[in-house]
């Protein structure tokens, strides 16, 4: 096959044009949607209690103490929203400025390797894989996370092939320990140290001297302890319920307990292989049958600039393989490392045609299914109808733009440069995904609109009891929020909440999910307002007298007032019940929790 045009360009402005590409791409749909569930609204509402009570160093959630993951993120959407002035505009950006370092560490690294053309075509490879764009466009920590792992891979590479080059190391190394403070897998980047122990013996890389190495991990823990440190001794001295057992979870239970005995998510060894890496690394996934060769061959000669990104990206698969729990967004750091490892060969593999074909098939394959499925959801198919009945959705309009310029692209690249068409469809997906995509989910994934009507009938000074509470309902809330512990048993909560509601019963009400009617079977449903459908539950809004015939107890469960629902300041931890008459929440503990 012909080598393509693209291939021959000289790329004077490509850095800038893949920047203001991948900038475009990445940027768009900022401040038109909310948080979605799941982690979204969680890490914003740690982020705006931040703000809001200066309690920087432990992450809480509605007032209560949040102990599955350190602060970094947190602090990192704090700042943004802060910049911002908005939620809508600040939650997205840690993530996007994340995608964007690690594109630019990728592209500087294959730069300096390969030169400037493998360089681009790195950058727009990564760029065009589809979980690093998902995750660009997700508030959650793994973008963050795989930003310091590339750059602890990016100063060990520099180092290793580049070298020798200390300075980069170390600062490789600084980045690994605040992985580990993001998302306790910083570390990750040390699975290449075995292959680059080999290539060092057989000649092919700048060695890791003995110091260098104990300097290394010494930096990594150094930084880590920068958090971990002044975290144990807050939770260790400090008097706020709960302290203990959030240092003993985020120090064990979220680490080592967690990879090693997973209580969640639970899936097969062979998960990630079967069932996430062949979308995740869409498109470059379809050059495997072509590059896996290319590789045995380039690994029998110890071509260390491809077998120490490929060793990487093995053994993270490996690792998080042999956890019982698994989520598929774990091998996000893979595709940094992937890319690093093919990017020798991406001009090679540009010029099969078989790829082409392949890519070509996929791309008539999906824009088909979109196109079908637009098409028949217009005309009202019933099975179609019932499913966006039930997701308060209608996406046929999005679904036939994205079939017809997958027609358009198959039309007007043609199968000789398929691989071209499917990524330029993938940017029309997440241009659409992030305009059309945003406005159809919103509505149904963001109870901001619901919370709006909830406040306009019980009127913004009432309170509002959230049993069993979703992040998403106590971020979007407009009036005096409380809730009665994220991990307490439901049975505790709801009696709670009968005692609360009975202190001031014309001044409270509660927000409930339907499907608990087991659990408020006493109280008087004929007052209760039907709210709808809402993050696929059915609601209502039910006010204190409902519930005069329900029997509660103050003890059953703590009392928590989410602090961005009221004005003034909250104390942290558990919170008494306000009595009749009192316009506030007692500063005095009632009870520990649990």
Not at 132 to 137: D, G
Not at 261 to 282: D, G
Not at 409 to 416: D, E
Not at 489 to 510: S, T, V
Request: contains cysteine.
């Amino acid at each position: 096959m012909q080598r393509p045009a693209y291939l021959h360009a000289t790329y004077r402005h490509g850095f800038w044009w893949l920047a203001l590409v991948a900038l475009g791409l990445l940027a768009l749909g900022l401040g038109l949607r909310d948080p979605w569930p799941a982690d979204e609204p969680r890490f914003a509402l740690n982020a705006l209690e931040m703000l809001k009570t200066g309690q920087f160093w432990l992450p809480h959630r509605g007032g209560e103490l949040y102990p599955d993951k350190p602060p970094i993120f947190m602090w990192a959407t704090a700042v943004s929203i802060a910049i911002t002035g908005s939620v809508r505009l600040g939650f997205l950006l840690p993530s996007l400025i994340a995608a964007l370092g690690t594109l630019a560490l990728v592209t500087d690294l294959t730069n300096r390797l390969y030169g400037r053309r493998i360089a681009l075509l790195s950058g727009a490879a990564l760029l065009s894989t589809v979980q690093f764009a998902l995750q660009a466009k997700t508030a959650q920590i793994d973008m963050l996370v795989t930003l310091w792992i590339t750059l602890g891979a990016y100063g060990l590479m520099r180092h290793a092939l580049l070298g020798p080059a200390r300075g980069w190391w170390y600062l490789g190394c600084a980045s690994m320990g605040l992985g580990i403070i993001t998302k306790g897998v910083g570390f990750l980047p040390l699975l290449m140290v075995p292959a680059w122990a080999l290539l060092a013996w057989r000649g092919q890389a700048t060695p890791l001297r003995l110091k260098e190495l104990g300097l290394g991990l010494a930096m990594i823990l150094g930084v880590a302890a920068l958090w971990v440190v002044p975290m144990a001794l807050i939770t260790t001295f400090g008097d706020e319920p709960g302290m203990t057992a959030y240092r003993d979870n985020i120090l064990f239970k979220q680490t080592g307990k967690r990879l090693a005995t997973a209580w969640h998510h639970v899936k097969p060894w062979h998960y990630y292989i079967v069932s996430v890496l062949p979308w995740a690394w869409l498109p470059l996934v379809l050059g495997l049958p072509w590059v896996v060769p290319s590789w045995w061959h380039r690994i029998r000669r110890m071509d260390a600039r491809v077998l120490l990104p490929l060793s990487g990206t093995l053994l993270v698969v490996v690792f998080f393989s042999l956890s019982p729990g698994k989520r598929g967004v774990y091998m996000l750091p893979t595709s940094p490392l992937l890319v690093l490892a093919m990017a020798p060969l991406l001009p090679g593999l540009l010029c099969k045609r078989g790829l082409h074909w392949l890519a070509t098939g996929l791309l008539a394959l999906l824009g088909g299914i979109f196109l079908i499925a637009g098409l028949l959801g217009a005309f009202g198919l019933p099975a179609l109808t019932e499913l966006a009945a039930k997701y308060d959705v209608m996406p046929w309009t999005w679904w036939i733009l994205l079939g017809v310029s997958a027609a358009g692209l198959l039309i007007w690249l043609r199968p000789r440069r398929g691989m071209l068409g499917l990524a330029a469809w993938l940017a029309v997906f997440w241009a659409l995904w992030s305009t059309f995509g945003y406005q159809q989910l919103d509505q149904t994934r963001s109870p901001r609109d619901m919370m709006q009507r909830v406040v306009q009938i019980t009127g913004p000074s009432a309170w509002l009891a959230q049993p069993d509470f979703d992040e998403e309902f106590l971020l979007q809330a407009q009036q005096p929020s409380v809730h009665f512990g994220f991990h307490t048993d439901q049975d505790a909560q709801f009696l709670k909440a009968f005692d609360w509601l009975a202190q001031a019963p014309d001044e409270r009400w509660m927000l409930v999910p339907q499907r608990k009617e087991d659990q408020i079977a006493c109280a008087d449903l004929n007052q209760a307002r039907d709210l709808g459908l809402q993050n696929n539950e059915h609601w209502w809004l039910i006010p204190g007298p409902a519930f005069a015939s329900c029997e509660g107890d103050t003890a059953a469960a703590p009392l928590f007032v989410a602090p961005t629902t009221v004005e003034g300041p909250v104390s942290a931890g558990p919170q008494p019940g306000t009595r009749p008459g009192q316009d506030g929440v007692s500063e005095a503990p009632e009870e520990e929790g649990k």
